[in-house]
């Protein structure tokens, strides 16, 4: 038996979405995209959304769509997933890497104003294991000095915020979600942006086809026959497939179910973890409900190692969140190697996730509590 840190969850009416889909007419671009958009856009309360190939692209679509070019810097995590930075990247842009708050383990406001430049176009705030950050301070800060802000959504799909859902775009201009397997819904591989501006959401919508458009209102040559299409700028085939968008609407209707069963497995971990010595349990926020895509615990005394491989030898699937970005060899042969964020670095020797997913059983929840107990007993 191997119980793996996340694993996603796949029922008969998962299947037979996708076979229904495979036996339409169009099987790339079809109707059954704008019906996961449409339901998408609605789950989270923003006014549209986009379908993209990944995680990846749809953070690359954000940074393209608010302009990100060479020299301009943009502030975000370093406790994240490398997308986030290197979508930035992707369009010429700077990541500034922010120290995060010790409590929260999400980039701290504070940090983020004192990293302001004349280059700053943007911030880049990553809702970390699923816990919102603090927007509402993210979103004054980005307002006063004239900056966008993308919020990296891929673990907070069904998360909420002051009342809001996250993808609500209640404090950003776009939100980018993921669903690769080990996220909170899957669509095998694929992504998502969320965003009230119509502007936006037409930029995003050409850039992953191409930048190719037919729309009579977009053409810049009017002149033509009713064949012409235009390449009005540097695209990419960034589209999630009709079949793949099947999947995504089939499991959209799973995710308020996904997600309360994720909370209810950090409820128990909570519960019967807080007495063990030696480990820190994650902190939530006031206002704050996580969509909990991961659970972490910090490990002290210098043994997250040695929990680490003894979960591992007992067939646990721990893993660690995150190398902070900058200390990736790409980043340090690109200019990052004397930057240094301490609270993260600190997170990054003591942390451990733990398996959380909807499939996992009472009694795997207790094999796993019970063996971070006996390893920590003993010394
Ligand atoms: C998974 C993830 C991504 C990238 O998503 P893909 O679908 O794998 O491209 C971006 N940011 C964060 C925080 C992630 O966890």
Redesign the pocket.
């Given at each position: 038996m191997f119980i793996p840190y996340g694993k996603h969850y796949i029922d008969d009416d998962d299947i037979n979405a996708v076979v229904t889909a495979l036996k339409e007419d169009y099987i790339a671009t079809g109707p059954g995209i704008e019906r996961f958009e449409r339901a998408f856009a609605a789950y989270t309360g923003a006014r549209y959304a986009v379908a993209l190939s990944?995680?990846?692209?749809?953070?690359h679509a954000c940074s393209y769509a608010i302009g990100i070019q060479d020299g301009d810097e943009v502030i975000t995590t370093p406790m994240?997933?490398?997308?986030?930075a290197s979508?930035v990247m992707m369009c010429g842009g700077k990541p500034v890497f922010a120290d995060i708050d010790e409590n929260t383990y999400n980039i701290d406001p504070n940090e983020i104003e004192q990293r302001i430049t004349p280059h700053t176009k943007a911030i880049i705030p990553?809702h970390?294991t699923g816990q919102p950050c603090d927007m509402e301070k993210i979103y004054g800060i980005a307002r006063k000095h004239g900056l966008n802000v993308i919020e990296?959504a891929?673990?907070a799909h069904g998360a909420d915020y002051h009342g809001s859902r996250i993808g609500a775009c209640k404090y950003s201009d776009l939100t980018?979600f993921?669903?690769?397997p080990?996220?909170l819904m899957t669509t095998c591989?694929?992504?998502m942006v969320t965003t009230n501006d119509e502007a936006l959401y037409q930029k995003i919508r050409l850039f992953r086809a191409y930048c190719s458009t037919k729309d009579p209102e977009l053409l810049k040559d009017q002149t033509d026959g009713p064949w012409h299409y235009e390449v009005q700028g540097l695209g990419y085939n960034y589209r999630l497939s009709d079949v793949m968008c099947a999947l995504g609407n089939s499991q959209l209707h799973k995710l308020e179910r996904f997600v309360a069963k994720r909370r209810a497995v950090a409820q128990r971990y909570n519960d019967e973890l807080k007495d063990v010595r030696g480990i820190l349990l994650p902190y939530q926020a006031e206002g704050c409900n996580s969509s909990w895509?991961l659970y972490t615990i910090q490990i002290k005394d210098g043994r997250r190692r040695e929990v680490y491989e003894k979960m591992r030898e007992s067939g646990i699937g721990v893993d660690v969140h995150y190398l902070p970005v900058y200390r990736h060899p790409y980043f340090l042969e690109n200019g990052y190697e004397n930057v240094s964020c301490p609270k993260a670095e600190k997170l990054y020797d003591s942390i451990l996730s733990i398996p959380i997913y909807y499939g996992l059983t009472e009694k795997q929840q207790e094999y796993v509590i019970e063996t971070i107990g006996s390893i920590l007993k003993t010394s």
């Open positions: 990944s995680g990846t692209a749809a953070l994240t997933f490398v997308s986030t979508s990553v970390f990296d891929a673990h980018a993921s669903f690769h080990v996220k591989e694929g992504g895509h």
